[in-house]
Nanobody, 119 residues
């Protein structure tokens, strides 16, 4: 069974930085795209950043230039470095991965980690 476990959330002041991690475990044959999403109170879940199997990265306009997604294939881990954080970045951040564990590629989700940006 595949599990995605996020860590690294917390409370940070505006302008500060956090690094989120998402570790995938279980029987994994291939990892395709890995994504970070976020959901703020009363809002829909939105895509923040994507990294493909060829390390192509895609960012939401709201985080371009501030957030960086990266992956460590040897550790089956994806990271989200968040700099110059703003109060509007406050949300629960979710890791999502398109992984092949058996015969087909499936989408898996982590449990989420809270990021709060406040003075």
């Amino acid at each position: 069974q595949v599990q995605l476990v996020e860590s690294g959330g917390g409370l940070v002041q505006p302008g500060g930085s956090l690094r989120l991690s998402c570790a995938a475990s279980g029987t994994i044959f291939s990892i395709y795209a890995m994504n970070w999403y976020r959901q703020a109170p009363g809002k829909q879940r939105e895509s923040v950043a994507t990294i493909t199997s060829t390390n192509r990265t895609i960012y939401a306009d709201s985080v371009k230039g501030r957030f960086t997604i990266s992956r460590d294939n040897a550790e089956n881990t994806v990271y989200l470095q968040m700099n110059s954080l703003k109060p509007e970045d406050t949300a629960v951040y979710y890791c999502n991965g398109l992984l092949r564990s058996g015969g087909s590629a499936l989408s898996y989700w982590g449990q989420g980690t809270q990021v709060t940006v406040s003075s």
